[in-house]
């Protein structure tokens, strides 16, 4: 099936076919992030032209590429533990100081259900990568998910980088990446913050929580931490720096 790849600035009505396989794909944890939510419209606004669609001859989106430019000039091992939420702001902020930036930060990379484990995202990754170098900048970097961590959220994330199987790096995900040519920068910890209250974590978690501590909630790469005397729950979602050198 020919397919070619649009932009959110060629084509804006795409935002809401991002926003059903948003929903389609990712976990609920996963989609409560109070950073995306505030600051995901001006995503759109200011970076059109780098929100790229892969679109399938029949109208279908295969998968998409978030991406967003920003300035920094320290070395990449000095990038934050904050990750996701970082990069969104920072690149947000740096485009209303009038910034220029000199590298492309990866968000989220997704394929629908329907295609999946076909090949796309490497098609994708590749499609970002050229983006990347046509508009002249030094990096291509990624606070990427490990896909199957929330299958072993017990695991410290500094271990199951590591794991193989059969000779293979052992998360997909992972994998894929550094098939791509990516490098491991370092892991970072504090990647997306979710922060709720007990009843807004029993509703996304589907459990009765009656007690503090760490609960295992589906989707969740690590557990939650939960105060009941102070209402809260708070849960980091550890990513892994990577990038991908231009020049």
């Known amino acids: 099936m020919s397919m070619s790849f649009v932009t959110l600035k060629e084509r804006r009505s795409l935002a809401e076919t991002h926003s059903e396989i948003v929903r389609e794909i990712w976990p609920q944890v996963m989609r409560s992030s109070g950073v995306a939510r505030k600051h995901w419209p001006k995503l759109d606004e200011y970076f059109g032209e780098y ?11 295969t998968g998409f590429a978030n991406t967003i430019p920003f300035f920094w000039d320290q070395d990449l091992n000095q990038l934050p533990d904050e990750g996701w939420d970082w990069l969104i702001q920072k690149g ?7 910034l220029r930036p000199n590298c492309l930060g990866g968000l989220q990379i997704g394929v629908s259900k329907k295609y999946q484990r076909k090949g796309y995202s490497r098609r994708i ?3 970002a990568k050229n983006v ?8 291509f970097v990624i606070p990427i998910r490990p896909v199957l961590k929330s299958k072993y959220p017990l695991i410290e994330l500094t271990d199951y980088i590591h794991w193989k199987k059969d000779g293979k790096t052992f998360d997909p995900w992972i994998r894929v990446h550094l098939q791509s040519g ?9 990647s997306m913050a979710i922060e709720k209250t007990v009843e807004q974590w029993e509703e996304i978690s589907g459990l009765s929580i009656l007690g503090s501590g760490r609960y295992i909630v589906e989707g969740a790469g690590s557990p939650v931490d939960i105060d009941v ?3 809260t729950g708070v849960y980091y979602d550890e990513n892994i720096w990577i990038y991908y050198g231009l020049k």
Request: overall charge negative; glycine content about 2%.
């Open 132 to 139: 990347a170098f046509v508009n002249e900048f030094r990096n």
């Open 125 to 127: 990754i590749e499609h």
């Open 229 to 231: 005397m102070k209402n």
């Open 51 to 61: 929100q790229l669609f892969l679109v399938a001859q029949n109208g279908d989106v």
């Open 92 to 98: 947000i902020s740096d485009y209303e100081e009038h």
């Open 182 to 190: 990516a490098e491991i920068i370092k892991k970072c910890a504090k």
